[in-house]
């Protein structure tokens, strides 16, 4: 399901669009839908990083979510590189709805040292991701 036919949609707080796809923003989280085609890598989604960077900073804690509506390829072998520019990136969600969506997160979660975490639907990676960043981030202020 596509964010804007989501109830959540409500909830953002500001959207960007990039060549290489959209960008939505919440309080606790960042959702993002790639357009289909294209190969996510630290040197294609800059301009989004940029923006995440802007948003959140380095201090705010955030989770990011995959809404995989389209196909596209990503660069398993930079999400060390994701985690270090962003050290206050706590979670990351991926919602699939394919079965090639399943194997790629099954490869995808080796790459990653951070929870990284599967969901059928937009509104449970929307509440557990937003949950677990809140709870993170209390635990860490405590």
Known sequence: ???????????????????????????????????????????????????????????????YISNRINEYSIEVLDYPKHNSLFPNLKMYGVIGYSQINEMNFNIERQFCDIPYIEFKNLNDAYTYVNNYVLNKSFTNAS
């Open 1 to 63: 399901m596509n964010i804007i036919d989501s109830v959540i949609f409500n909830h953002v707080i500001k959207e960007q669009t990039f060549e290489i796809g959209q960008l939505y923003f919440f309080e606790h989280l960042i959702l993002i839908q790639i357009n289909d085609g294209m190969h996510v890598s630290i040197d294609t989604a800059q301009d989004c990083f940029k923006a995440i960077y802007d948003f959140y900073g380095t201090e705010k804690p955030f989770g």
